[in-house]
Nanobody, 122 residues
Framework: QVQLVESGGGLVQPGGSLRLSCAAS????????IGWFRQAPGKEREGLSY????????VYLNSMKGRFTISRDVAKNTAYLQMNSLKPDDTGVYYC???????????????WGQGTQVTVSS
């Protein structure tokens, strides 16, 4: 069983930065694709980015490339989402998810973290 724990959320002013972490246990990241999603109040869960298990290649969804950067540290079994130039529209609960294959959609992932709140406000 894979367990995921997100951290790093919080309150940040517009234009600020946050780095989210997703610590995985139960399987190593070279066998897990890690995806980042977010859900704003009243909206569907939205895919942001994922990093592939085998080669560590990054895929950005919904025009997130440029402000968001996904990465991983296999030795720490942890994935990260660096978020820069944050806007109020980035407010929401951010989730990491894991799967042997993964993909663009929430249904592509078998395991989910509990989520971390990100609030962008002055």
């Amino acid at each position: 069983q894979v367990q995921l724990v997100e951290s790093g959320g919080g309150l940040v002013q517009p234009g600020g930065s946050l780095r989210l972490s997703c610590a995985a246990s139960g399987r190593t990241l070279d066998y897990l694709t890690i995806g980042w999603f977010r859900q704003a109040p009243g909206k569907e869960r939205e895919g942001l980015s994922y990093i592939r298990s085998r080669d560590g290649g990054a895929v950005y969804l919904n025009s997130m490339k440029g402000r968001f950067t996904i990465s991983r540290d296999v030795a720490k079994n942890t994935a990260y989402l660096q978020m820069n130039s944050l806007k109020p529209d980035d407010t929401g609960v951010y989730y990491c998810a894991a799967d042997a294959v993964g993909g663009d959609w929430p249904g592509d992932y078998a395991f989910w973290g509990q989520g971390t709140q990100v609030t962008v406000s002055s």
